[in-house]
């Protein structure tokens, strides 16, 4: 394992790239937070929804797009990943998903069928209906957007993580790469009960006091969504890869880009890390302590005595833009 040769090729990798993209955007937002003096959320911009006080809880809110390569190339596994995705967000971030809408554009109706196939699988396998949303069949290509709403009774944050936690990684390592893209898929072979409860321990941590921070692994791979939760809470980690869940026989330079169907990010108290793992081991799912958190405001990752500097905070930006103290709310970090 090259640790320099890992960190160079995560910093040159398209997920990492586009997320180095969003601070200009968060930046732009930052200008229009509120609206006649209200806050429009609990979070800042940066988490994976939206959070809206609502009762006793919270109304979340968030959005994904699906890339034209992709929808070109798998138009049904694009139209799954866009429910997919947008739920593992309202989990992510210990709520519960409710529904979800669309707004897709085809070359006519018969160009959008695969996708919508999709979309309709993914919902009747995570229990989420979809409530409406809009269409146009007379584009020159495809284009999706999926939107979710859902609700939380108590919230996990990518902004409250701590020097001293435990950063662990959650994943579900049954399941193979869409080939030849970096996918991770164990959701589209999977029983429909055995997703929906695997991805209910999320909520449990966040309503059981054992985890306030954590994040869903992203098109930025599983280093890639450390990052954004340790720069959203003002930290930095050393993380050990040889500590990383990992598919028996996967590189894991290819590991760490991948984009797995299942995947989290925690940040969690020592004394509870014990019973966090459990909680995941019990349905199968890879957890483990990948690193620890500090508060250097720099991530470096090793193997053994081979070390690398992956991030400094303090020199480039990742997603949060210089003037985030600014920014206001919405879900923009998908």
């Known amino acids: 394992m090259n640790v320099q040769k890992i960190a160079a090729d995560l910093r040159a990798s398209r997920g990492f790239r586009h997320k180095t993209d969003i601070a200009g955007v968060l930046s732009a937002l930052g200008r229009g937070k509120c609206i006649a003096g209200t806050p429009l959320s609990d979070v800042a911009v940066g988490d994976d929804c939206a959070a809206i006080p609502d009762g006793d809880g919270h109304l979340l809110f968030a959005i994904e797009g699906m890339v034209s390569d992709f929808m070109q190339a798998m138009p049904w596994f694009a139209g799954y990943s866009a429910v997919m995705v947008n739920v593992s967000d309202i989990y ?32 009747q396998a995570y229990a989420v209906p979809i409530v409406g949303g809009h269409s146009n069949a007379q584009s020159d290509r495809a284009q999706l957007a999926v939107a979710i709403v859902g609700r939380a009774r108590r919230l996990l944050s990518s902004f409250v993580a701590k020097p001293g936690q435990c950063l662990l990684m959650a994943v579900d390592l049954r399941g193979a790469f869409v080939e030849p893209y970096p996918y991770w898929n164990a959701s589209t072979t999977a029983p429909a009960e055995q997703l929906r409860g695997d991805l209910e321990i999320l909520p449990q941590l966040a309503e059981a006091g054992l985890c306030e921070a954590a994040k869903d692994i992203s098109m930025a791979g599983a280093l890639g969504t450390a990052l954004m939760l340790l720069e959203c809470s003002g930290t930095g980690a050393r993380i050990d890869l040889t500590c990383v869940p990992t598919p028996p026989d996967v590189p894991m330079s290819r590991w760490l880009t991948a984009f797995p169907s299942y995947g989290f990010v925690l940040a969690v108290d020592k004394v509870n ?5 459990s909680r995941f081991q019990d349905r199968n799912i890879a957890c483990a302590e990948i690193g620890r958190i500090d508060d250097t405001r720099r991530v470096a990752i090793h193997a053994g005595s081979d070390e690398a500097l992956l991030w400094d905070f303090t020199d480039h930006a990742f997603i949060m833009p210089p003037d985030s103290s600014a920014v206001g709310s919405d879900a923009i970090s998908q």
């Open 273 to 277: 890390v014990e019973q966090v793992i």
């Open 92 to 123: 992510a971030m210990g709520g519960r998903p409710v529904a979800v809408v669309d707004a897709i554009w085809s070359d006519g109706i018969e160009a959008a069928a695969a996708v919508l196939d999709g979309m309709h699988a993914a919902a």
